[in-house]
């Protein structure tokens, strides 16, 4: 525990980002012992849940009935409740299989027989059966019974795995599992980005080294097999960055070969004669002994016969021998097959179960090493097949998309049983929607689906593949011809979603959204959407019965529409309003009219187009006769945008209307100073009044102290009518300034109080939203790493991502400047990446898919390449080679297109890129070539690599590319290995497990540790109900599980949980995700903290490295890492290693902090106890006198830690002037005998560890009941 001074410490610097609780759970042995703890509230915050507001799951009252209810005894006995714990519902049965001994195994009632065989089909003895059944004193149990509804069954049955006979499905099925089993190690799939495979690299840096952490080992026992030292590329004031580590291989993570060739036979199908005899397909296997074997799967197994590539005989070999399952079999042909068949499965055992299933949304990686292909008999079907692979073993085959969306929509939702079941199923099949589509719009880019307007231009042609309807982004008959054409038309697919993802969340009974899923291939964007059921047999104008499908010329109402939009539109503030038709009659709408409403055939109420949804953002949009606020054309807006469907956030929205709530509620509060009881008296319901509270529930006594309270507010702020007659109900309208629509005449007055509505929103984004952002950047609440965290810095705030030159030009004009140089550097990698990738897209429209690998290739080069224009050139010329030499045998040609892309130079594509940053985001930049950008700008040539690789889809080899070569390509065609799809889709979200996680997280920030780490339990629990392990929440919860159990000093949970965190991020973020950075730190910190020193070192030099290819050194996020590596290396007593990274640390502090930070005394300190231990005095004099002089500036001479560090001063001085002495007598040859020892200690581990947790924002203090005493008697000390 760390010392009561230390306290200050951790409160002076930033007192808005720490707790302070006073915790009794703390007390294991019931003593009278109590822990203080000060807690950086960054440490247990959640950056990841930053949904919609709270307002779309629970408001006001509903929250606290629905924590009532959670905890209402008759929820207790819910069957899917998570307080039944294992002890109470588990019991344990006994499992025989064939030739083997009964196991115990532990099973829940509520799991089905289905889910059992599963689990069995995955343990090491039983993992080679697919086709069982089990059985219970002699009868069959139903696969999709529950094991609490099977009669008979108890404690100790005995349950009989009984092989059953094979079909040609169970047979399919047995050989993919199989499959499955040999590639379980083999990581191809996670580099092709298939099956839901994806890399992580946890292991190898912990295998062989994470002790039992209850055991802290000797620091010479677990260190002799280590060094200490980094490889040169981690090492701080390194210049080059490698890109070979991100991706560790070696020997062990290489899979064990069983087989050489698993195959299905050209002898396939069966004739009829042997069909007779039980023959359902025909394998071919060749063994790693090079043996040749046919094999015949019947209804009763599998068995060698005698057929060869070119003969054909079906009869058993000799001798015969005929196995249930295919391992059996080929572990008798085989004594390799065997022999690795059994270390596989070894291997296989001893890794973590999250390593090897499958994500629910499938993650690409941008670099992959060289890979031997190899024969995959099971993959070969699924390319030749248009459904997923496991559907030809469900009933039903093709799947209808839409009534799967929509039927779990209506599943009932009453009870938490009955959420967590809906939640479930909405979460699968989405999930599986979105794999799907994604497939299929990477089939109808690929040519590989047929269009279903196949005579119309290749532009304009839609597909339907599987259910789902595909469209391509571009302008269709000039549709978006007035609103910006082709840039309108590619932005309005993720508009369209945005508005859908809105709409879902509101999940609004009767009321449904289609599927919809946007991917970005190979510069085509394809919008993929589940299909209305009667769209297709009738036209749009039978189907439409609410919108207009005429820009509002014609607009049609629906009674039944405006009840189901009702709810929706309160969520998302979308006013009621009258529109004009074009007869002039008048039609009250609750969207805007581009919105349409359309009933299917299966009486559903369906929405489509929801382009919309939320504010145009008039920053975006000039308009004759509109002028915007000053704060917003001092800025230079309105400014001209590529399209006219620029739209706010909702974010935005929700900020704007919580910052008009206070606005008003403080003006009321100084007028009901002003007034007598009489108003205080009418205005006193107010002040607790929702900022959601429904629009009827206003008083005239209400209204009248509003509007007096509306005169008093700031004249720049004015408040709309509608927002008075509706305590604070800010709704907008959608359709102003939109082309086309008129409103009736009495709604004038209402209409020019929606445009300054839209006008003052524009300009809270202007002068609010984008100083909070920077001010959040500045005291570090908010701390990017690369471009997908800025952007969701930017998205919670409200911002858009086309303000990021406005965003830059805010940092460049702020007065502190150089603490946002990590800011400003990864904002203007965005804005040039960005930029970048418009460029991309239309240069690979005009590429042949032959020439895919070469064009990439090349335009890498000319985005990041020093080297002069000629190597483009050259490359041109060797292809142009090869296609005059196909001209000759081919009719066609398509030489033009190629020299197109060729053509493209350095200098042209940077121009180009100057000209994009101008157009789109109206920011001049500051550097015309890659040179300028890495030298000028600070930025990184591995950044902007990956950065352009994630953004657009490329996948490139794993190798050292030199950037600075003058006279070669870095890039060659070899090293280009793959495009992905960038995929859109909506995420639906467990609510419950939203509402407990986020009640967890406000318990453990009151300080109740607690019953804060039961609700995060318990939430953790509903997510992995929700969405099975891998999620991004699972890791959230565990995240904030292991952090809560380092503050207890559990530290064996704390691994536990933090491990596994690493572990789903990995996998579901990304190996090199600013999330999995933060991962590996954390979990070094719990490693050292367990006595783990070797294994903690390398989890941070991971995390370093890491850190330098995502954002580069200068970073203040890397000061705290190289603090934490260089307290880890002066607890080993590495102290040379040590002072590199913390003086490192110490430059980082000083840029970042400021100078006189007490972050930087620390620092100092730091830096100073280290040179003690190395025998420096005079250098460790010289960083604890810096340290004594920030404390005395800071906070005085008389306060205890200037105090102590004047007492550490002395304490230096006394052991200089021992060495001195001790120096001297060694000059004059006297005798050593009344030399007195120097003493030069290592730091104890615990005082390693304190420090360790002060750099992360912990702070324990041990208190006896006397000092508790005190401070319940003297709290304001306690706040000081």
């Known amino acids: 525990m760390i010392q009561q001074e230390e306290n200050t410490f951790g409160r002076q610097q930033d007192p808005e980002q720490t707790a302070m609780v006073i915790d009794q759970g703390t007390d294991k042995e019931e003593t009278d012992r109590f822990t203080l703890f000060v807690v950086d509230k960054l440490f247990l915050a959640t950056p990841n849940i930053t949904g919609p507001s709270t307002d779309n799951a629970f408001s006001g009252q509903a929250e606290l009935s629905e924590l009532d209810r959670y905890r209402a005894k008759e929820h207790q006995d819910d069957p899917a409740a998570l307080e039944d714990t294992p002890e109470d519902t588990g019991f344990t049965v006994k499992i025989q299989a064939p030739g083997s001994e009964p196991t115990d195994f532990q099973v829940s009632p509520l799991a089905m027989v289905q889910e059992i065989k599963q689990v069995l089909m995955d343990r090491e003895e039983t993992c080679h059966r697919t086709c069982f059944s089990l059985q219970l004193d002699g009868n069959t149990l139903d696969n999709f019974a529950h094991l609490r509804s099977v009669a008979g069954l108890q404690e100790g049955s005995l349950l009989r795995i009984v092989e059953d006979s094979y079909t040609i499905r169970e047979v399919r099925i047995h050989l993919r599992h199989i499959r499955d089993l040999l590639k379980s190690l083999d990581p191809t799939d996670a580099y092709n980005g298939v099956e839901g495979s994806s890399l992580s690299f946890l292991r190898f840096f912990t295998e062989e080294h994470t002790e039992d952490s209850g055991k802290v080992k000797k620091k010479g026992e677990e260190l002799k097999h280590f060094s200490c030292s980094p490889p040169e590329y981690i090492l701080p004031g390194t210049k080059e960055c490698f890109l070979a580590p991100l991706q560790p291989q070696t020997e062990k993570l290489k899979p064990t070969e069983c087989l050489k060739v698993l195959a299905t036979s050209s002898w396939n199908p069966p004739p009829g004669n042997r069909k007779m005899h039980g023959d359902l397909m025909y394998l071919n296997v060749v063994t790693m002994e090079d043996r040749h074997c046919s094999v015949t799967a019947s209804t009763r197994g599998f068995y060698i016969n005698q057929s060869t590539t070119y003969s054909f005989n079906p009869k058993p070999a000799s001798p015969s021998v005929l196995s249930h399952s295919l391992v059996e079999l080929l572990s008798q042909i085989s004594p390799v097959f065997k022999k690795n068949f059994i270390a596989l499965l070894k291997k296989r055992t001893s890794t973590h179960p999250f390593e090897r299933i499958a994500t629910p949304f499938q993650v690409f990686g941008w670099t992959a090493p060289a890979l031997d292909h190899a024969m995959d008999c099971v993959r070969a079907e699924d390319t030749s097949s248009s459904h997923l692979g496991y559907e030809d073993h469900v009933p039903g085959q093709i799947r209808d998309w839409n009534e799967e969306l929509q039927s779990t929509r209506e599943l009932p939702r009453k009870t938490l049983t009955d959420r967590l079941l809906r939640d479930r199923a909405i979460f699968k099949a989405n999930s599986d929607f979105v794999t799907t589509a994604t497939r299929g719009a990477m089939a109808v880019i690929d040519g590989n689906v047929m269009p279903i307007n196949p005579s119309e231009d290749p532009r304009n042609q839609m597909f339907i593949w599987n259910s789902i309807f595909f469209s391509l982004g571009f302008d269709v008959r000039e549709h978006y011809q007035d609103l910006g054409g082709e840039a309108a038309a590619h932005a309005a697919s993720t508009i369209d979603l945005n508005g859908v993802r809105a709409y879902s969340l509101v999940d609004a009974d009767g009321l449904y959204v289609l599927g919809t899923v946007v991917v970005d291939y190979r510069g085509f964007r394809v919008t993929a959407q589940s299909i209305v059921p009667g769209i297709l047999e009738r036209g749009q104008e039978q189907s439409v019965v609410y919108g207009s499908i005429d820009f509002g010329k014609t607009v049609n109402s629906n009674e039944k529409y405006l009840k189901l939009l009702d709810k929706p539109s309160k969520q998302l503030r979308v006013q009621r309003h009258l529109v004009l038709n074009k007869d002039d009659t008048a039609v009250e709408l609750c969207s805007s009219v581009e919105c349409k409403g359309i009933v299917g055939n299966d009486g559903r109420h369906y929405i489509l187009d929801l382009l919309f949804t939320f504010p145009l953002d008039l920053n975006f949009l000039p308009l004759e006769g509109e002028e915007l606020k000053p704060e917003c054309q001092q800025l230079g807006f309105p400014r001209q945008h590529p399209h006219r469907l620029a739209c706010l956030r909702q974010e935005l929205i929700e900020a704007f209307v919580k910052h008009r709530y206070h606005l008003v509620m403080e003006a009321v509060s100084e007028d009901v100073e002003q007034e007598d009881n009489c108003i205080k008296a009418a205005a006193s319901p107010l002040v607790n009044h929702s900022p959601n509270a429904s629009p009827n529930s206003s008083s005239q006594d209400i209204g009248g102290t509003l509007d007096t309270a509306i005169q008093n507010t700031s004249p720049r702020e004015s408040i709309p009518s509608s927002f008075r007659n509706s305590s604070f109900d800010i709704r907008f309208n959608p359709n102003i300034f939109s082309p086309g629509v008129r409103f009736p005449k009495e709604s004038c007055k209402d209409i020019q109080e929606q445009k300054q509505l839209l006008k003052d929103a524009a300009a809270f984004l202007i002068s609010s939203q984008i100083p909070a952002l920077i001010r959040s950047c500045l005291d570090h609440t908010t701390m990017p790493m690369d471009g997908v965290t800025l952007t969701e810095a930017l998205h919670q705030n409200g911002i858009n991502v086309r303000y990021l030159g406005t965003v830059l030009e805010c940092i460049e004009k702020n007065s502190q400047k150089h603490r946002l140089d990590h800011v400003y550097r990864i904002a203007l990698c965005e804005l040039i990446t960005r930029c970048t990738k418009h460029l991309f897209r239309t240069y690979l429209l005009a590429v042949e898919p032959s020439a895919l690998s070469a064009s990439v290739s090349h335009f890498l080069n000319c985005f990041l390449s020093s080297s002069p224009d000629l190597p483009g050139t050259q490359q041109m010329d060797r292809l142009a080679s090869r296609r005059r030499s196909r001209r000759r045998r081919s009719r066609g040609s398509v030489g033009g297109a190629v020299t197109a892309w060729a053509s493209l130079t350095t200098s042209e594509l940077w121009r180009t890129v100057q000209a994009e940053a101008l157009e789109y985001y109206h920011y001049c930049l500051p550097c015309e070539s890659v040179e300028q950008a890495v030298d000028k700008c600070g930025l990184q040539r591995i950044t902007l690599l990956r950065e352009i690789s994630i953004k657009t889809g490329i996948q490139i080899l794993i190798r050292e590319y030199h950037f600075d070569a003058k006279h070669k390509p870095v890039f060659t065609e070899e090293d280009v290995l793959n495009i992905f799809p960038i995929v859109k889709h909506i995420s639906p979200r467990a609510s419950d497990g939203l509402y407990l996680l986020h009640c967890g997280q406000a318990k453990v920030q009151q300080g109740c540790l607690k019953e804060g780490c039961e609700l995060i339990s318990q939430a953790l629990g509903l997510f992995t109900n929700v969405y099975g392990a891998l999620h991004r929440d699972v890791c959230t919860c565990l995240r904030l599980l292991g952090r809560i159990y380092y503050i207890l000093g559990d530290y064996s949970e704390a691994l536990s949980h933090q491990q596994r965190a690493v572990l789903i991020s990995e996998r579901v973020l990304g190996i090199e995700h600013p999330n999995t950075i933060q991962e590996y730190k954390h979990l070094g910190l719990y490693c050292f903290a367990g006595g783990q020193a070797a294994t903690a070192l390398r989890l941070l030099y991971r995390a370093r490295y890491l850190m330098l290819v995502v954002c580069g050194e200068d970073h203040p996020e890397m000061a705290l890492l190289d603090s934490k590596i260089g307290l880890v290396l002066h607890g080993v007593m590495e102290c040379d290693l040590a002072l590199r990274f913390l003086e490192s640390a110490l430059a980082l502090t000083s840029k970042y902090q ?114 508790l005493e005190t401070l319940r008697v003297n709290p304001q000390k306690t706040a000081a």
């Not at 960083?1183 to 230096?1212: C, D, F, P, W």
């Not at 200089?1216 to 001297?1224: D, E, G, K, P």
């Not at 004059?1228 to 750099?1255: C, D, F, H, M, Y």
């Open 1154 to 1267: 400021g100078p006189g930070s007490l972050k930087v005394a620390q620092s100092h300190h730091l830096l100073a106890k280290v040179y003690e231990s190395k025998g420096d005095f005079r250098s460790a004099l010289r960083h604890e006198k810096e340290r004594y002089m920030i404390y005395r500036n800071q906070v005085g001479e008389a306060h205890e830690k200037t105090r102590e560090s004047s007492e550490y001063l002395k304490h230096l001085t006394n052991q200089a002037v021992i060495l001195q002495r001790t120096m001297n007598m060694i000059y004059k040859n006297s005798s050593g005998a009344n030399i007195t020892p120097l003493k030069l200690t290592a730091p104890s581990r615990l005082w390693i560890v304190e420090q360790l947790n002060l750099v992360t924002g912990i702070v324990l203090i041990p208190l006896s009941n006397k000092d």
